[in-house]
């Protein structure tokens, strides 16, 4: 055998592990893009629009049967609000750990929120650890109407600023710095009234597997 012979078994390894961090790249970046789009209640014609980039290609990274260049990333990542880094995450070398450093929250859109209401997505841990969904909720504007909400599982509300009440069923909790309120998600709840601008308070659900 000579020495060129010897070589080709290792470069058949190397491609195959080449081909496998592709499909994991694939993969993750697919779920990555859908789980950010998801999160702004976007659909795929909405994502085209904000990014630039067709419904065709945005459906074929989403399926996996294309592999986004750098460009096509940047622009995703310009148009989710998110780091570029963040498509990558859930890769095998990846441990269980999200950092959100102050003030780089996603940005959310609640159906029904005016001006003034600002909701931030504190990251999200993957499956199967993905049952929490801290979201920072910065109030600092009045609003005539408050929308509420129903969701599966508990939710916690840790308030940081200001002082609200807080409407949860025919009830009404006074909420300031330092108070914490927990309760079912499938009772209406939301703002009633906000008391003292500015309000910011962390709002931590916690999602029944399978809901």
Known sequence: ??????????????????????EALGTVIAARVREFRLQLGWTVGRL?????????????????????????????????????????????????????????????????????????????????????????????????VFPLYQHAGTELIFMISGKMEYAYGSARYLLEPGDTLQFVGEVMHGPAELISLPIQFLAVKSVTPGA
Not at 5 to 20: H, I, V, W
């Open 1 to 22: 055998m000579t020495e060129q012979d010897s070589a080709l078994p290792a470069e058949a390894g190397e491609l195959d592990e080449a081909d496998e961090l592709e």
């Open 48 to 144: 085209a629009s904000e990014s630039g980039l067709s419904k065709g290609m945005l459906s074929k990274i989403e399926n996996m049967q294309t592999s986004p260049s750098l460009a096509t990333l940047a622009s995703l990542s310009h148009a989710l609000s998110v780091p570029v880094t963040a498509f990558f995450r859930g890769l095998s070398e990846e441990q269980d750990v999200v950092f959100v450093k102050a003030g780089s929250g996603l940005d959310i859109h609640h159906k029904g929120s005016g001006p003034g209401h600002r909701y931030q997505m504190l990251g999200a841990m993957r499956a199967p650890h993905d049952r929490l969904e801290p979201i920072l909720v910065t109030l600092t504007e009045r609003s005539e």
